[in-house]
């Protein structure tokens, strides 16, 4: 119910969470993302499906500096034991459909931060030990809405 809630709000907030296109590395594996904006203390969603070959059993969010995308940069596992997930990002990231299987890879994240703003990118593991991808194709980015920067700077306007 809660989640439920938030998703409301936040998918009424989110400018373009619908729709989306598909970037194909190989033909068996293809994302599709939008690029997305939210305001920080709010929450974002990031619209994502995808397909593979496998049945998927997890699904991974990096979030990417300006070098890489990688595992030090873990910010989403499916897999809630999973302890390399960045202390600031724990608990505050979920998906929206929680069926991995579906091959729905939207998340939402709750009370945003100034640092969730930039890219991120797509990694989903399934049972065997070669089943996992990362899409390397595609990133989405999380920007800070027009909203909140107009109303910055209408703030230091009036300063
Ligand atoms: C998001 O925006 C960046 C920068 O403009 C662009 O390179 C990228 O293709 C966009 N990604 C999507 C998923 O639209
Ligand atoms: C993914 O799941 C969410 C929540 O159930 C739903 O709103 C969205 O339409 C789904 N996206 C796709 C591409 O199926």
């Not at 970037?23 to 594996?29: G, S």
């Not at 994302?31 to 969603?45: K, S, W």
């Not at 030990?129 to 920007?143: A, E, I």
Request: glycine content about 6%; proline content about 3%.
């Amino acid at each position: 119910m809660f989640v439920f809630i938030w998703l409301i709000v936040c998918l009424s907030t989110n400018k373009g969470a619908l729709g989306g296109e598909t970037y194909c590395q190989t033909t068996d594996y293809c994302v599709t993302l939008t690029n997305n904006t939210a305001e920080a203390g709010l929450c974002a969603v990031i619209p994502c499906s995808f397909t593979s070959p496998f049945k998927p059993e997890h699904i991974i969010w990096y979030k990417c500096d300006e070098i890489r995308c990688s595992n030090s940069h873990l910010v989403f596992h499916s897999d809630k034991n999973n302890e390399n997930v960045k202390v600031g990002f724990r608990g505050r990231v979920s998906l929206l459909e929680p069926d991995v299987t579906q091959k729905n890879c939207s998340i939402m994240i709750n009370d945003l931060k100034e640092s969730d703003f930039g890219s991120y990118q797509l990694r989903v593991e399934g049972y065997e030990l070669s089943d996992k991808f990362t899409y390397t194709v595609k990133k989405t980015t999380l920007s800070l809405s027009d909203l909140n920067k107009k109303a910055q700077s209408d703030d230091s306007s009036t300063d």
